[in-house]
């Protein structure tokens, strides 16, 4: 079987619906989740919240959704927290009930492997677990083969005896220096994992995040994978 894996939308349609179209170009996969963070930062809250309540089972809630329903950016710094206000003023009913359904943790199993899926870690979805900090002792703590995690914006696969952590990097926002989108793609009878890296229009993207009012420096980033 396929899994498909993603990760930190951020609101970013242009780049959700190139992923989207890649996977139905290599026929689709069998199971997709997400790690979390659907909106903040970009310019389509509502239309990314209603693309993925469709493609995506299960998605976990990340740090900005939660924001958003609470509108608790306390934690945060000031262009995050604008942009969540902005969000948050802006999402329709049913973006919000569907956010509202999402839980901070979920466990499942494809085709006999137990997964694990937060977005930060197994504890908070506030902290990052970057590579160097992936260890196996989180599986254990998970109870699972395959635990996915979020919110680094980075992406990597991390191989332990007793199974894989992957973080698939982010759909919308990329920050390893790389602007172009990215997941991951998991074959679970392999156990092989790609990280896929896709162009979308950025410009386009960046665009509407300055048209929204929404802070430059969200627009500007995007260029750079920063």
């Known amino acids: 079987m396929r899994l498909a894996i993603l990760s930190d939308i951020h609101s970013n349609i242009h780049a959700l619906k190139t992923v989207a179209a890649e996977l139905r170009d290599r026929g689709g996969a069998d199971v997709v989740v997400c790690a979390g963070d659907i909106v903040g930062y970009g310019a389509f809250p509502n ?6 309540s469709v493609l995506s089972k299960p998605t976990v809630l990340g740090n900005h959704d939660l924001a958003v329903l609470d509108r608790d950016t306390s934690f945060m710094n000031p262009y995050a927290a604008k942009a969540v206000e902005w969000t948050s003023s802006r ?5 919000r009930r569907w956010l509202h359904s999402l839980s901070t943790e979920a466990r499942f199993q494809v085709a006999g492997l137990k ?3 937060y977005h930060g870690s197994v504890e908070s979805c506030t902290e990052y677990v970057f590579e160097q900090d992936a260890t ?10 395959l635990l996915i995690l979020g919110h ?8 332990f ?4 952590i992957v973080n698939p990097g982010s759909v919308g926002q990329p920050r390893d220096g790389n602007p172009r989108t990215c997941y991951a793609l ?3 009878d392999s156990h092989e994992c790609e990280i896929l890296r896709l162009d979308y229009d950025i410009d386009k993207a960046a665009s509407a995040i300055e048209s929204a009012g929404l802070p430059r420096f969200l627009a500007d980033r995007l260029s750079v994978g920063r």
Do not use: N
């Not at 239309?47 to 993925?52: D, G, N, P, R, T």
């Not at 196996?136 to 703590?141: F, G, V, W």
């Open 91 to 95: 999402l329709d009913d049913d973006s």
């Open 186 to 188: 998991l074959d679970t």
């Open 161 to 164: 005896p007793s199974g894989l």
């Open 152 to 159: 680094t914006h980075v992406p990597y696969v991390r191989r």
């Open 47 to 52: 239309e990314c919240c209603s693309a993925m």
């Open 115 to 117: 997964v694990a899926m």
């Open 136 to 145: 196996e002792s989180m599986l254990t703590r998970a109870r699972c083969g």
